[in-house]
């Protein structure tokens, strides 16, 4: 019999599906090979379609990149982009000036607010060997009196996003990395001042969850009723939830107001829970632009014809930085942030 505080279960495809006040999420596993001098795959990309590889060819994809893996500058109005990057690196540059690289367990906040452009790009630094991606992102709405504030971004660097260890009355281990809210008694970093995510009382969550095979986990219920809750089941052999068996690569929408017994199956088991209390406001959405009405997804397209947000300042759609270079943000008016400070 299933759970009763399970809502409902569906198979995942390659975007994954959200609920208010999330647009999608979409985790990339690439295992890219070999660098060259220009930091893209060295045995080439000859069979590819280039510009627009998604194929997964030999287990890894070029995006919308032509020499290096990823996405040349695009534009976004009216959302956040949640960039989480558990393995490999990102170089991040955008037409505020801003630019930066992060990987390792670093995650990059961004609200587009009004408009920006910006590039996404996966340099393969090593090369000697191989130079495996993963990496979450994960679109989170703006409410109507937020979708024309600044852009900015913010990096919540690995070494000090929490992450919560505890062990079963086995002694086998799971782990919380809390990317934003609370878990239990530990507070995630802060995100970008006009995000939904900003104000406590919409309990937003972004948790990726580890548990050691054959581990019990219970997953906290919300201070509060009317959540959106959903737990992706992204790696593994399975886990029960609540007594209720589930297969790999699942999607299960649960209660958000009770706690939920998590048993890994044969092998470890990975899930991100994404939860919030939902905008309710009405949702337009085409292409890299997310508002409130079709109109102002056309005013949306021509002021990016218009002003191009901002225009590019870097000398290419597909910029990098050096292979040694380390990880650090540089933001719009030219202040730098380095892991550990």
Known sequence: MASKNIINVESLGGTWQTLDPFLFSVHHLD????????????EGVSGRNIGQDFANKD????????????????????????????????????????????????????????????????????????????????????????????????????EKIPVI?????????????VI????????????PVNSWASDAENELAIWLVKIEARGNYTLPKSMRSGLNRSLY??????ASFDGTSISNYKRIVV???????????????????????PIGEPVAKYGPFVMNTEQEIQDAFSSYRKTQFGGWPWPEAEFVHPRDTDRFAQFADGEKEFPGQ
């Open 180 to 191: 934003s809210g609370n878990y239990k008694s530990h507070i995630s970093l802060n995100s």
């Open 255 to 277: 209660k958000s107001d009770s706690d939920m017994e998590i048993i890994a199956g044969i092998s470890d088991v990975s899930i991100l829970v994404l939860q919030a209390k």
């Open 165 to 177: 260890e505890e062990k079963d009355s086995s002694g086998l281990l799971s782990k919380t990395k």
């Open 31 to 42: 295992f890219y090979p070999e660098g060259n001098d220009l930091l893209g795959p060295k």
């Open 233 to 238: 089941l992204f790696q593994g052999k399975g």
């Open 59 to 158: 287990g890894w994809n070029m995006y919308h990149g032509k020499s290096v893996p990823g996405f040349p500058y695009h534009p976004h109005r009216g959302f956040e982009t949640v960039t989480v990057v558990e393995q490999g690196f990102a170089d991040h540059s955008d037409s505020l000036g801003s630019t930066g690289r992060f990987g390792q367990g670093d995650v990059q906040w961004m609200t587009a607010g009004k408009g920006v452009q910006h590039a996404e790009m996966f340099p393969l630094l090593n090369p000697n060997g191989p130079n495996t991606l993963e990496l979450f992102q994960i679109w989170l709405n703006l409410p109507a009196n937020k979708k024309w504030v600044e852009p900015e971004y913010k990096m919540l660097w690995n």
